[in-house]
């Protein structure tokens, strides 16, 4: 630990004693700080998406017999769909204490979260050998800069930092950006989600994405809109596959 990190540690240590801090899920009072407001239980409860999933975009299947044994299975969706990416996977449900995990992360600061967060995909990366040996360059979903102004950081590029630490693999920060100001997505339908996005994003060093094996990192998987405009301009900058890994998928 270096001596900024201990000083850090102590203050948090200190504030904790003074104003200890109940955990934002089951309110029991927190007993070792680590800059965040979730306790180490109940973040111990996240769940990890297992298969059966969709093939294409990693989409949760009732886990029937018959999707049990067949692992080539594509969703409704994926049927219908093309994507750019080869496939697309995230690590749990935005539900529960995940969903707490990346409201606090995203909207109230707790960076910190990043850590655990970011660890937490590390785990995924590593029991998942789908990944295995395929990205040497990872793509943070950008924000507007309108929106990183009124936040103060990328959500995004902070997991992609403790993955790349982790597997020794580039971030690229400002390969990607997001030129084009879209309403908030929320409450919108998957048709309006695709118009939108439409043409948000643009690459700005193609140099950087020409064959690559890029990994594109999102905290939140809704309709895949987001993540498939992303990697259609990747692919446009020939990139030479793109894989796609959120934090999260709402279902
Ligand atoms: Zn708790
Ligand atoms: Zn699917």
Known sequence: MNNQSMIEYIKEG????VFPLDCKVCE???RESKGYSICEDCFKTIELIERPYCVKCGKPLIPTDFFKQNREILCLDCKIKKYSFEFSRSMGIYDKVLKKCIHLFKYYGEKKLAKPLGKLMVDYL???NEFENKFDLIIPVPLHKNDLNKRGFNQSVLLGKVIGDYFSV?????VLIKKKLTPFQVNLSRKEREKNILRAFSVEK???IKGKNVLILDDVFTTGATVEECAKELMKARAKNILVLTLSRTV
């Open 170 to 174: 580039p971030v690229g920060e400002s």
């Open 28 to 30: 029991k009072p927190i």
């Open 14 to 17: 200190l504030l904790n004693f």
């Open 206 to 208: 193609p140099e950087e």
């Open 126 to 128: 590593l029991k998942n």
